[in-house]
């Protein structure tokens, strides 16, 4: 991730909007696995995408809605 480290840890099992160098928008789903060398998002559909880590631009977190709020 050119000279940045990111702790993706942070992300894990969350639903994460992400930008990727090889789509041209940004997509939204679930890191589901990450190593030091590449990164696994599940999709809503349920179709996952597996992409070497040099491919992600930008990572940040969507907050859920509170379930029990009124």
């Known amino acids: 991730m050119q000279n940045k480290t990111v702790k993706l840890k942070e ?5 994460n909007a992400y ?4 789509i ?6 679930r890191l589901i ?3 030091e060398d590449y990164i696994k998002i599940q999709l809503r ?4 995408i597996c992409c ?3 491919c992600l631009k930008s990572i940040w977190n969507i907050r ?3 379930q029990g709020a009124v």
């Open 19 to 22: 930008t990727l160098s090889f």
């Open 52 to 54: 070497h880590i040099d």
């Open 33 to 35: 696995e990450t190593d």
């Open 45 to 48: 559909s349920g179709d996952v």
């Open 64 to 66: 859920q809605p509170n």
């Open 11 to 15: 992300f894990l099992g969350k639903v």
């Open 24 to 29: 041209d928008k940004s997509i939204t789903g």
